[in-house]
T-cell receptor
Framework: GEDVEQSLFLSVREGDSSVINCTYTDSSSTYLYWYKQEPGAGLQLLTYIFSNMDMKQDQRLTVLLNKKDKHLSLRIADTQTGDSAIYFCAGRGGGGADGLTFGKGTHLIIQP | ETGVTQSPTHLIKTRGQQVTLRCSSQSGHNTVSWYQQALGQGPQFIFQYYREEENGRGNFPPRFSGLQFPNYSSELNVNALELDDSALYLC???????????????FGPGTRLTVL
């Protein structure tokens, strides 16, 4: 099945760009997602990318997909204190069910 | 439009007991998925229900079971609780389960289960 790997922590200065990276194993993943989880809360979908795309931009968020290397990244421009959270990369394979496979999450820490 | 709701918010049980968690899907959504999120981990897919039938299952034993009702709300039942079942249980609803097409999953706030 799908396996998704992320680094556990990322620390950036307020106002800088944050780049969160993810690698996945299942090349049949049709959609790849980025979710945000704030303390004590559920998951909020930030953005997604279809597997036939290389890049998607949505306001401060840019997703890059390298299918050859099975590498996904999320760039957050002008990082703010409100961006402090855990960010999960997730994939959905081509199987029958819609179950997502999540990474362990990257804790984004914002320094003033 | 009401989002996904879950009850209870928190729950404490002892090993060997049984527990039922509840989820109300977002209006217009006919598919509910359940996930287990252990502390410090990403969510793991338990199973999905579509039109009252189980429509896919992750790597969880049969003591994890579920139901979906005609109004598309859902229950997750866990029998013979073990200490490792302590986790945040997340429910997500979506407009449909069609594999290969985009169906956003909207997550509820979760139920925090502690097994002592």
């Amino acid at each position: 099945g799908e396996d998704v790997e992320q680094s556990l922590f990322l620390s950036v200065r307020e106002g800088d760009s944050s780049v969160i990276n993810c690698t996945y194993t299942d090349s049949s993943s049709t959609y790849l997602y980025w979710y945000k989880q704030e303390p004590g809360a559920g998951l909020q979908l930030l953005t997604y990318i279809f597997s036939n795309m290389d890049m998607k931009q949505d306001q401060r968020l840019t997703v890059l997909l390298n299918k050859k290397d099975k590498h996904l990244s999320l760039r957050i421009a002008d990082t703010q204190t409100g961006d402090s959270a855990i960010y999960f990369c997730a994939g959905r394979g081509g199987g029958g069910a819609d179950g997502l496979t999540f990474g362990k999450g990257t804790h984004l820490i914002i320094q003033p | 439009e009401t989002g996904v709701t879950q009850s209870p918010t928190h729950l404490i049980k002892t090993r060997g007991q049984q527990v039922t968690l509840r989820c109300s899907s977002q209006s217009g959504h006919n598919t509910v998925s359940w996930y287990q999120q252990a502390l410090g981990q990403g969510p793991q897919f338990i199973f999905q229900y579509y039109r009252e039938e189980e429509n896919g299952r992750g790597n969880f034993p049969p003591r994890f079971s579920g139901l979906q009702f005609p109004n598309y709300s859902s229950e997750l039942n866990v029998n013979a609780l073990e200490l490792d079942d302590s986790a945040l249980y997340l429910c997500a609803s979506s407009p449909g389960p069609i594999a290969g097409s985009y169906n956003e999953q909207f997550f509820g706030p979760g139920t925090r289960l502690t097994v002592l």
